[in-house]
């Protein structure tokens, strides 16, 4: 069972802030991966530019959070996610909290909600987190 919001409430201080700066990171990294995709494709890659930051996206968010639970801008903010039995997470997880992920940043209406929920609820989950049953921790010492 993940830490108690009253009991352990540290587990869960501040982390929406913490996660929009991990988020912050994770976009700066995927556009420096996409930027080197696109020379690495003597810049054919520019025609399919949208398509290329998805997909590279995804791969960078399922890669990341199979190896440690958290992406590398997660890892830096000191964020780990775990699962509903306060486990890391396999690569089952990672792929459904990145599909789920990405569902949630293709609706603007659903990133919304995903937001507001972060923001609200007492373990700061965000909509795919809610589905899954996951949390975004701050890391044990």
Same mark, same amino acid.
């Given at each position: 069972?993940t830490?108690?919001p009253d009991?352990d409430?540290?587990?869960?201080?501040?982390?929406?802030t913490?996660r %929009?700066?991990?988020?912050?990171?994770?976009?700066a990294v995927?556009a420096?991966f996409t930027?080197?995709?696109?020379?690495?494709?003597?810049f054919?890659g520019?025609?399919? %530019?949208?398509?290329?930051f %998805?997909?590279i996206?995804?791969?960078?968010?399922?890669?990341?959070?199979?190896n440690?639970?958290?992406t590398?801008g997660?890892?830096?903010?000191?964020?780990? %996610?775990r699962t509903h039995?306060?486990q890391?997470?396999d690569l089952?997880?990672?792929?459904?909290?990145?599909l789920?992920?990405t569902i949630?940043v293709a609706?603007p209406?659903?990133q919304?909600?995903s937001?507001?929920?972060?923001c609200?609820?007492?373990?700061?989950?965000?909509?795919?987190?809610?589905v899954?049953?996951?949390?975004?921790?701050?890391r044990?010492?």
């Amino acid at each position: 069972m993940t830490p108690d919001p009253d009991t352990d409430a540290h587990f869960y201080d501040g982390t929406p802030t913490k996660r %929009l700066i991990a988020w912050l990171i994770d976009m700066a990294v995927i556009a420096c991966f996409t930027l080197l995709a696109v020379i690495l494709t003597a810049f054919t890659g520019l025609f399919i %530019l949208p398509i290329l930051f %998805l997909c590279i996206s995804f791969a960078y968010r399922v890669i990341t959070i199979a190896n440690g639970s958290a992406t590398w801008g997660m890892r830096l903010v000191s964020l780990e %996610l775990r699962t509903h039995d306060d486990q890391r997470f396999d690569l089952g997880y990672a792929l459904l909290h990145t599909l789920g992920y990405t569902i949630s940043v293709a609706m603007p209406l659903l990133q919304l909600i995903s937001v507001v929920l972060m923001c609200t609820t007492e373990r700061r989950q965000g909509l795919t987190d809610l589905v899954m049953g996951t949390v975004a921790l701050n890391r044990r010492s």
